[in-house]
């Protein structure tokens, strides 16, 4: 017989019911399967499907969904990369008469710097200043209305993901970020706030979601069981729920709380009765 650690109530018609709880073996993924999410995980990993379904595959593909999403124009690029805030640099070559794309790259493992591209016409660059500019570029264009968290991978006898570096450079490494803007957040959150406080919002709100997609990779969401006990003393299923992910360590009292409510509950069948 299974055994399982109870938590009984009395309601006001004086029965008694108790809940245990249960991993959930096949729970909601919390990216794909649920909604309300204000952050976009965009994840790259040789073997595993990671983070959010998104239209891009590739860091060129996100740049542009960002720009799209922003409504950044390509004269607003073209600007700050003059500027030579970026991390590639744009000029006009007189003698050549053509616009120059330059920046650091790696040759035979060496760092190099030197010119990627050159066009008579600025706007046919526009690919390469994609390729060419970060993401740390975009915050900047953007006034800092992009928000941008690191995605770290822990791969050694099942996954976990944490917005924090897992110190183990054999096991893990950045698999990619969660990015949002403020115009999510403010839809998401209401009132008026300060530029640094929507930044610390979206910030928190993304950390939460790591989090809860890191349980879902480490199999940690839950479902309870509750049966009420009939006039012969036996137990019968009355109520059952799955796919919570819980925030404590006490899932079995977390969700007794949530049910029943804080305090309503004991951890012995004669207290109750």
């Not at 490494?173 to 839809?187: E, F, P, S, Y």
């Not at 019968?236 to 819980?246: N, P």
Request: aromatic share 12%; glycine share 8%.
């Amino acid at each position: 017989m299974e055994h399982h650690e109870y938590r009984y109530y009395k309601d006001d018609k004086q029965r008694i019911f108790r809940m245990h709880v249960e991993p959930d073996e096949f729970p909601w993924n919390p990216r794909t399967d649920m909604d309300g999410n204000i952050g976009t995980m965009f994840c790259m990993h040789s073997r595993y499907g990671l983070g959010d379904r998104t239209k891009y595959q590739d860091m060129d593909g996100l740049k542009r969904a960002v720009i799209q999403e922003l409504g950044i124009s390509m004269k607003r690029i073209r600007s700050y990369v003059k500027t030579g805030k970026a991390n590639i640099e744009l000029t006009y070559n007189r003698k050549e008469r053509q616009w120059e794309i330059w920046g650091a790259y790696c040759f035979l493992g060496k760092r190099e710097y030197g010119l990627f591209c050159a066009n008579p016409d600025v706007e046919f660059l526009e690919d390469d200043l994609i390729a060419g500019i970060t993401l740390n570029d975009l915050q900047k264009i953007s006034n800092d209305n992009l928000v941008i968290l690191p995605l770290y991978l822990y791969d050694h006898s099942g996954l976990s993901m944490s917005c924090a570096d897992f110190g183990d450079p054999w096991d893990s490494g950045q698999v990619g970020i969660i990015w949002t803007t403020i115009d999510r957040v403010k839809a998401a959150r209401l009132g008026k706030q300060t530029k640094k406080e929507w930044i610390r919002m979206a910030e928190q709100d993304m950390r939460a979601e790591v989090k809860m997609y890191n349980m879902y990779l480490q199999g940690e969401a839950y479902g309870y069981i509750e049966e009420r006990q009939s006039e012969d003393g036996q137990w019968e299923e009355c109520d059952s729920c799955w796919g919570f992910y819980t925030d404590t360590f006490d899932p079995l009292c977390e969700l007794a709380d949530e049910i029943w409510g804080p305090g309503t509950y004991t951890e012995e069948l004669l207290e109750a009765a």
